[in-house]
């Protein structure tokens, strides 16, 4: 879900995957079917030169460098080129090393030691070692450390140097979703392990052992990054990366449209009908690939009348989703089926989406009770019109836009629906978070691991926590939890394909659509590849060939 | 002199610490706290971490506590940290003084330039034909939304003629440009903003101009002056404007506080970084301390901008004078 006044739009498809994870999350307003980039033949320059620099733009401005403090979009984007992680997913969503070269996980899941690379650097030239890891760690798990990432690392016991290279960490339990969290980038304990993380220099001033080190940043301004020569997958290509702040979105366009940026993630309705140009096709490169995110109507299932399957089915079936899909992303997404995206090995392809058959709804409501008893239009069951309201933010027309769309279907079905649209912050801490609600839309953000725990696990439901539909099935709980002991691929899998059957079974809420994530580049940078993953993944092997170069950097 | 001064400054005191409490209980009162928007709805900050936060940032308190511990740092000049980003929340304010009043004082100054001839004329020539044509043009800028005038012009000048740039307040790598080239570059990026936020105001001031113009060309000494024979010009430049003006010099000390205010939608629109955009994502983000901090700095504006009206205006007009200055003893 998007912040409405400050949509975040750092440009994810930078983001490490683990950063990706809830930072695009809401990021509804681009997305479809993986499509190749625009037809575009990249000028043959098959040897790779170094210089030039890319220039991004964001809404908001990143708050906080210090990587387990950073907890938003732009921050994080940062942190992502500055810093690594033990592991990280590679091009085709798998984990693979990053700072760890390989790691073991013991038989009976509890143990999970890391081999690190030796030889790495941090940008201040001192030698990356096991003492960083345990160092990020502790601090990860210190409760005067204002980090929103502790979660994932209470459930490990110990960790423990075995070597200067070797670091082994124990969980009190199997938890496979754990190896993805070490995906958090390591920080340099020589140079924080005295500082109080929450009053240093470091949080604008950080030292990592990315591809790119950080020059400067000028407060509401940019922050500029410089090429890492001794990076150790490589120098890349490019020699500079500067992320301006550029807080209005139609801003940013323009500033698209005169090349003062390089990047941006298009609106659909920028892709469809804003780009097309001569100049744009000329000066530009698109790329439409399926995001990590969904979007939906979630219920109250607290509410009688949503208990009801039938009805949940009825109102999923009564309304058209490729409509919406059509009329408001222009096309620019897919029917969701459940809680993960097709580019993920979750994605059960044999569940497919209800059809749009409004009769059919008319008649499991009619089974339900729901009926026109007293002939004034409106369905009623004793008495009582079936009547609700359907909430959202402020600040994101997609919804406000579904919303709309779904009152006019439903209310063919004789559900009379009432839209308010609310303040962002009012929104969640008044009527989410209280469970103050009827019916609302948002969506989800997802991250490359799939556990459904914290979304979908009965026992969250909490004020603030994730599961405010208050779904609860037995089977699905215990699903969800031998999914995270299990460290098996295959077997991960075929838990996970069995979770996303029985939750869209269950219909808690009405998925509605995958939306496609729509970035566009300059056309000077070359080597730009499309993999599940998206398109950041190789940045370090794009360049721009000599002649094609715009600024000078060295 | 001074001693009203002091007077005037002590008394203000206890207003000031009303205006905050005040404020604190209305930005507490507004739902939605900081640590839900720092963890953006993300699944995997435990509730655990949530609480840990509410903790950190002393938010489980009750809220006469977090007011008097906010307050007995204020007393110390200390505004706190910010949540959003940790950082102090004087630093935040402080570093973007320079570019806020800067672009302030020039659409200011700008602003009375044109605003007060226009005001002039209009009273001159009442109801003619330039008196309205002047009114119509001011209320177009009035009444045109500044970020739609500041899209258009950007589609204009930036995108269509290519003369200036889009955003931001100077090109990125021009620190070891001349002197003069930097003033340049400096000037392109603020001409658009300048001119938005100044098309918008002129109409408020113009129109008190031309009120109290108007008001003061009604006078008896007026009538007396010109009745003496005297030119037309010295009757209107000389006896009339300098009177008129009075009025002028109070909305001069009110603006005080705007001048440090900030411009939110021209900032956001143009890329500016000056306290409107700060204020407003602090507001957005319930970034307390920083929000405190924003509003203890604009009551404390006012307040002196009040009181510099009042002082100002004891000096220009000699009909009003301070009481017990001039007054003899006793």
């Known amino acids: 879900m998007q912040h409405p006044p400050l949509p975040n739009s750092a440009p994810f498809f930078f983001l490490k995957p683990l950063q990706i994870l809830f930072f695009s999350l809401f990021f509804l307003s681009g997305c479809g079917g993986a499509d190749l980039p625009e037809e575009k033949q990249f000028s043959a320059d098959p040897i790779p030169v170094t210089g030039d620099r890319f220039i991004t733009g964001s809404i908001a401005e990143p708050k906080n460098l210090i990587p387990i403090l950073a907890s938003d979009g732009a921050s994080a984007t940062i942190v992502g080129q500055v810093f690594n992680g033990l592991v990280k997913y590679d091009a085709n969503i798998e984990l693979t090393g990053d700072l760890a070269e390989r790691w073991e996980v013991s038989e009976d899941g509890l143990e999970i030691t890391f081999h690190l690379r030796k030889n790495v650097r941090w940008h201040d030239g001192y030698p990356f070692t096991s003492e960083d890891v345990l160092f990020t760690y502790q601090k990860l798990i210190d409760p005067k450390v204002p980090t929103p990432y502790s979660g994932d690392f209470e459930r490990v016991k110990d960790v423990e140097i075995v070597d200067s290279h070797t670091v082994k960490v124990t969980y009190k339990e199997p938890f496979s979703p754990g190896l993805a969290s070490w995906g958090m980038a390591v920080m340099p304990k020589h140079l924080l392990e005295n500082e109080d993380l929450t009053n240093t220099p470091f949080s604008r001033n950080p030292i990592g052992t990315g591809p790119y080190r950080f020059k400067e940043w000028k407060t509401a301004q940019y922050v500029e990054l410089e090429v890492n020569p001794d990076y150790f997958e490589g120098r890349p290509y490019i020699d500079g990366y500067l992320d301006r702040v550029i807080p209005d979105q139609s801003t940013l366009f323009l500033e698209l449209r005169v090349e003062g940026v390089d990047s941006l993630n298009l609106t659909p309705l920028q892709y469809q009908r804003q780009t097309g140009s001569p100049f744009f096709k000329e000066t530009y490169q698109r790329f439409r690939y399926p995001s990590f995110s969904y979007a939906y109507i979630g219920y109250n299932l607290a509410d009688p009348r949503f208990k009801d399957l039938r009805v949940r089915k009825a109102l999923t079936m009564g309304l058209n989703r490729q409509a919406i899909i059509d009329g408001i992303l222009f096309g620019l997404g897919r029917e969701s089926t459940g809680p993960f995206v097709p580019t993920s090995w979750a994605y059960n392809p044999k569940v497919s989406p209800l059809p749009y058959d409004p009769d059919e709804a008319k008649r499991l409501l009619a089974e339900a009770g729901w009926e026109d008893h007293d002939g004034d239009g409106w369905l009623d069951k004793e008495g009582e019109r079936f009547e609700f309201t359907l909430i959202t933010n402020q600040g994101n027309e997609q919804r406000k836009m579904i919303a709309e769309l779904a009152q006019r279907q439903w209310e063919k079905l004789g559900i009379r629906v009432k839209i308010w649209i609310i303040e962002w912050t009012a929104f969640i801490s008044q009527f989410i978070d209280q469970k103050k609600f009827e019916a609302f839309i948002l969506g989800w953000g997802l991250g490359r691991d799939p556990d459904l725990y914290d979304i979908w696990h009965s026992s969250k439901t909490r004020a603030g926590e994730f599961n405010f539909i208050q779904y609860h099935n037995e089977a699905v709980d215990q699903l969800i939890e031998e999914g995270r002991r299990t460290f098996d691929q295959e077997k991960r899998k075929a838990i996970y394909h069995r979770l996303h059957w029985m939750i869209y079974e269950d219909q808690p809420c009405t998925f509605l659509y995958v939306p496609d994530a729509l970035p566009i580049f300059h056309a000077r940078f070359k080597g730009i590849e499309l993999a599940p993953l998206g398109v950041g993944h190789n940045f370090i092997k794009w360049y721009v060939p000599k002649h094609q170069q715009k600024y000078l950097t060295q | ?330």
């Open chain 2, 1 to 330: 002199m001074k001693r009203y001064l002091l007077k005037q400054l002590l008394a203000r005191i206890p207003l000031l610490i009303g205006i905050t409490l005040i404020s604190f209980m209305v930005i507490h009162l507004a739902p939605g706290k900081p640590t839900q928007l720092q963890t953006e709805m993300n699944p995997k900050v435990s509730y655990e971490a949530i609480q840990r936060l509410e903790k950190l940032y002393g938010l489980d308190q009750p809220l006469y506590v977090q007011y008097w511990r906010w307050l007995s740092r204020l007393v110390r000049f200390d505004f706190g940290i910010s949540f959003q980003d940790n950082r102090l929340v004087l630093d935040k304010i402080v570093e973007r003084i320079p570019i806020t009043l800067f672009l302030s004082f020039l659409s200011l100054i700008i602003v009375f330039l044109v605003a007060l001839p226009i005001g002039v004329i209009s009273a001159v020539r009442h109801n003619s034909l330039l008196d309205k044509t002047l009114t119509v043009l001011v209320f177009i800028g009035f009444a045109a939304p500044g970020f739609w005038v500041a899209l258009l012009l950007m589609q204009l000048f930036s995108v269509k003629l290519g003369w200036l740039p889009v955003s931001g307040i100077r090109s990125f790598g021009t620190e070891h440009f001349s002197l003069m080239e930097q003033v340049v570059d400096v000037g392109k990026h603020v001409v658009l903003p300048v001119f938005v936020a100044t098309s918008g105001s002129l109409a408020g001031i113009s129109r008190y101009m031309r009120g109290s113009m108007l008001n003061v060309i009604r006078q008896d000494y007026i009538r007396t002056a010109r009745a003496k024979g005297l030119p037309e010009g010295l009757v209107i430049y000389k006896h009339a404007l300098r009177n008129a003006l009075l009025p002028i010099v109070t909305i001069l000390g009110l603006s005080l506080p705007g001048l440090l205010g900030g411009a939110v939608i021209s900032e956001t629109i143009f890329g500016i970084p000056g306290l409107g955009r700060l204020f407003f994502e602090g507001v957005m983000a319930r970034d307390y301390p920083l929000v405190m901090g924003g509003l203890v700095m604009g009551a404390v504006l006012t307040l002196l901008g009040n009181l510099l009206a009042d002082v100002a205006y004891g000096l220009v007009d000699p009909r009003i004078r301070i009481l017990g200055e001039e007054r003899p003893a006793g």
